[in-house]
């Protein structure tokens, strides 16, 4: 059982920079693969960013070249720096970690194989 909590959202005008935490339980961290999604009210929940045991990273083409997703093993934290934020980038933002098989690569931006959830944290990005 993995537990994920987020962190480092906030409020920044655009073109701003904030970087988002999700501090994990210890249980399998070095070897789950994990992601950033993100949702606003009425919407899709959206994958934005996911990495997996290796390092090997995917991105939404919407963030390419502005966000980049990294893993601190010895911290047990996933991080997302978010640069050139745009007012379109304000969502609830998630943190998730697959199970134990890590997702095919062309799937690991949808929501299936992704069995644990942060609680979100806000990012409001203004004009």
């Known amino acids: 059982q993995l537990q994920l909590v987020e962190s480092g959202g906030g409020s920044v005008q655009a073109g701003g920079s904030l970087r988002l935490s999700c501090s994990a339980s210890p249980s399998r961290f070095n070897t789950v693969c994990m992601a950033w999604f993100r949702q606003v009210p009425g919407k899709e929940r959206e994958g934005v960013a996911a990495?997996?045991?290796?390092?090997?990273?995917v991105y939404a083409d919407s963030v390419k070249g502005r966000f980049t997703i990294s893993k601190d093993n010895a911290a047990n934290t996933l991080y997302l720096q978010m640069n050139s934020l745009k007012p379109e980038d304000t969502s609830m933002y998630y943190c998730?970690?697959?199970?134990?098989?890590?997702?095919?690569?062309?799937?690991?931006?949808?929501?299936?194989?992704?069995?644990?959830w942060g609680q979100g944290t806000q990012v409001t990005v203004s004009s």
């Open positions: 998730a970690a697959a199970g134990l098989e890590c997702i095919p690569r062309r799937d690991r931006l949808g929501r299936d194989g992704y069995f644990y």
């Open positions: 990495i997996d045991s290796a390092g090997s990273t």
